[in-house]
């Protein structure tokens, strides 16, 4: 099991970040990482695609909270791609639905940051 | 009572053994879905009962010890889930957080499992160790 990173550049000073697989425990420092690497250079407005990911625990959703705790620091927000109604219902379960703005897809996650 | 019906009145145990390390926590949530899967436990109630195991490994992980112990018991009423840390007692209250809190992801992990699954206990061991004891109860 494993999580792939891929990190675009969107428009204004946004950056997409596609994730696919799981995120769980032993990934999620990989994702972290990127988060942290964008943040470090100066990103953020980031929106987060989760629609390839099958799996996320809390240790994924504190990894994405940690980001959006980031960019907030710097006038910045995180949106996130979700279709997925199994991760969805992580999402409402949690209380995070009110946390992070969670959209169907990319285009409109992009709108609504900048 | 006949070897069959005695084997008919015992549970069936699936039991899994693992490194207390994070890269096997998803051998065992394929276990417990597996598992799941053959009680005849819908895809969602599959996918809460596997993230509710693996959010109670990541706790027993967090808490030390070499190995967490894994028993997946089906009766009838449903799957009783029993995770054995060996890492140290449990203060208990750790179990009654009922709120997610966004400083804290241990908390959010526990509160994932309460809304998870049907109950959620802790046992405590005579060797100092607790046991996290969950259910969740086959569609009627």
Redesign the interface.
């Known amino acids: 099991?494993d999580i792939k990173v891929n990190v675009r550049e969107a428009k204004g000073d946004c950056s997409v970040v596609d994730l696919s697989g799981?995120i769980?425990?032993?990934t999620s420092p990989k994702l972290k990482d990127a988060i942290g690497s964008l943040i470090d250079r100066g990103v953020y407005n980031l929106v987060i695609n989760l629609e390839k990911v099958r799996?996320i625990?809390?240790?994924g959703?504190?990894v994405l909270?940690g980001g959006l705790k980031r960019v907030r620091e710097h006038g910045g927000s995180v949106n996130l791609v979700c279709t997925n109604p199994?991760i969805k219902k992580?999402f409402d379960?949690?209380?995070?639905v009110m946390?992070f703005g969670i959209f169907d897809g990319e285009d409109a996650a992009l709108k609504a940051l900048v | 009572m006949n070897a069959q019906a005695q084997r008919e009145a015992t549970p069936d145990v699936v039991e899994l053994r693992i490194p207390a390390k994070?890269?096997w926590?998803?051998i065992a949530?394929l276990a417990v879905s597996a598992v799941a899967s053959r009680l005849q436990f819908s895809i969602?109630e599959i996918?809460d009962v596997?993230?509710a195991v693996?959010?109670a490994l990541?706790h027993a992980?967090a808490r030390g010890g070499d190995r967490v112990d894994l028993a997946c018991e089906s009766v009838p009423e449903g799957l009783r889930i029993r995770v054995r840390n060996f890492g140290g007692p449990v203060q208990p209250e750790a179990v009654n957080v009922v709120?997610?809190d966004?400083g804290s992801?241990?908390n959010?992990?526990i509160?994932?499992i309460r809304?998870?699954m049907d109950s959620v206990d802790y046992d405590a061991r005579s060797d100092g160790n607790t046991d996290l004891v969950m259910f969740k109860h086959l569609p009627s």
């Open positions: 099991m799981e769980d425990v032993y799996y625990d809390s240790t959703l504190g909270i199994q992580i379960i949690t209380g995070l946390i | 994070a890269e926590v998803s949530r969602e996918e596997k993230l693996a959010e990541v992980i709120t997610a966004e992801m241990g959010l992990g509160f994932l809304a998870l």
